[in-house]
Each structure stands twice: as C-alpha cells, then as structure tokens.
C-alpha cells in the first residue's frame, strides 16, 4: 500500500523501462518491480509522464478530462488490444505544467490521450485507474541538453504531490532483439551488458553531463541507444534530480539480447 502524501512530502521521480507492450498483462519480475515501487512511495495526487511514443514537432501536454487508451503497437494478441485503462486526465495539471514552462510554447492536446509507454506501466501502479494521469511530448526536433535543461522548470511539481514519469528504455536496438531468447532471464549480448554497465555507471556517479552527451560514448553505447526516442525519457528523469535525492536502479535486467529493463529512481 503506498505511503500517504503529507505536506512535507517530495514526490520521487522515476525512469521505468517498459519494455513490449506485453508488460500490460504479462507477470513477471518486472510488473513486481512497477508493483513494489508503487507501494514504497507516496499515493500522488496525480501523474505526469513523459514518454517515448509521443514526440512532436513542438511540445504538447495532453489537456482532457478523459484521455483514450491508445493501442500503438501491431502484430500482438487481442486481449492487449482488448484493455482499457480509463484514468482520468487533470486539465488542471496540464495548465500549471504550460505555465511552469514558460516561455517555451506547451500546446494544450485534446487528441492524444495515454500511449503504451504510460499506460502498459502505469497500470500495475495503480491500477484501478483512479489516479489522474497527462502526458508530456518529446520535442523530437531538440537534442538532449534541451529536454534536461526544460524539465527543470517542472520541479517544483514534486512538491505538490505530483509523480514524474519517465517511460522508455536505455538499451533500446529492436534491429538485433534475439526473439528467440526473449523469456530468458538477463539475457544480453556483450555490447549490450557494457552499456548498461557503463551507463548505470554514470547514473549512480550522478555524471548528467556524460549522459547527456551521449553520443560521445563508446561504440556500446551507439548499439544500444540508436535513435533518441526511447533514451529521451531518462534525460527528463535526469533533470528534476535534487539536491539529496538519493539514486535506486530496480528491474536491472537485460531482455532479448538488446533491450533493458532497467528502471531508476531518484528521491
């Protein structure tokens, strides 16, 4: 059961490393881990989560009462076509959140709703959706130092009982996933467990800038972060850390051969 909110409580932030769609009604070590970490933390009054299935031209943050479950995915079973997670937005949230970021522009969406990154995650959390939830997009036209350097306008959300989410994976290469070996436990190939060793490295040392700039990072590192998108999330993660917040990695599992679990929480 998850601790209650107080005036002197400071939100945590998270990175979760979500992994297939099928996380959303899959048991495994992994939901456990989305479980347990629920029930560490404060109850928030709501969450923001930024993840990488929704990058725009621009930032937006989703401005509904109601969001839809979006199905962003193909080829899996009907019955994960079939769930639902109806969390209610926070119009409110998303307000205060474009105010917070001023003067960067934050497009009030009413299209959107929750994409797989929140939702297949966020339902083990809580799941009986009674936890209002808004999305923030990844602005995909800006390099990494702009996203660490824009969330931190959002930190005082932490202490008004808001949960920071950021929905991705940091050893994300679909091109080389070994599908055959997906249901072996820690299964990585070599470059794959040298970047996540090198970059939990830099996570526990609180090394921003060299995760930031990873693109200076070994050739490993290149393997397992060939586009942005699933990384971008960590970075947002990253920027809302405080002085004090102490740094957790849970779910640190590789899958597949080129993708991890790994999950990070600060505070």
């Known amino acids: 059961m998850s601790q209650p909110l107080n005036n002197l409580t400071r939100m945590p932030v998270v990175f979760l490393g979500h992994g297939s769609p ?37 930032t937006k943050v989703t401005a509904m009462k109601n969001p839809r479950t979006i199905h962003d995915f193909g080829g899996f079973p009907q019955a994960l076509y079939e769930v639902q997670y109806p969390a209610p937005g926070d119009p409110a949230l998303a307000e205060k959140v474009r105010g917070l970021l001023t003067p960067v522009f934050v497009e009030p969406d009413e299209t959107w709703g929750l994409d ?36 931190q306008k959002l930190g005082a959300l932490r202490d008004n009982g808001i949960l920071i989410i950021g929905s991705g994976n940091i050893v994300h290469n679909l091109r080389l996933v070994d599908f055959q070996n997906l249901n072996n436990d820690d299964y990585g190939f070599d470059w794959a467990r040298d970047a996540r060793d090198i970059i939990n490295q830099y996570l526990i040392n609180g090394d921003h800038e060299a995760l930031i700039f990873y693109e200076k990072l070994p050739p490993s590192v290149q393997l397992a972060i060939p586009s942005p998108d699933h990384y971008l999330p960590l970075i947002y993660t990253l ?8 740094v957790s990695l849970f779910n640190d599992k ?12 600060l505070g």
């Open 22 to 58: 099928m996380t959303a009604i899959d048991e495994n070590q992994f939901v456990s881990g989305f479980r347990n970490l629920s029930g560490s933390i404060p109850r928030p009054e709501a969450i923001l989560c930024i993840s990488a299935h929704w990058n725009t031209r621009g």
């Open 116 to 151: 797989h990154g929140a939702w297949s995650v966020i339902k083990h959390m809580y799941p009986d959706a009674d936890v209002p939830v808004v999305q923030l997009s990844i602005d995909y036209t800006r390099p990494a130092i702009y996203h660490y350097n824009l969330v």
């Open 239 to 246: 920027g809302l850390k405080q002085s004090g917040d102490e």
């Open 254 to 265: 590789l899958v597949g051969g080129s993708l991890s679990m790994t999950s990070v929480k």
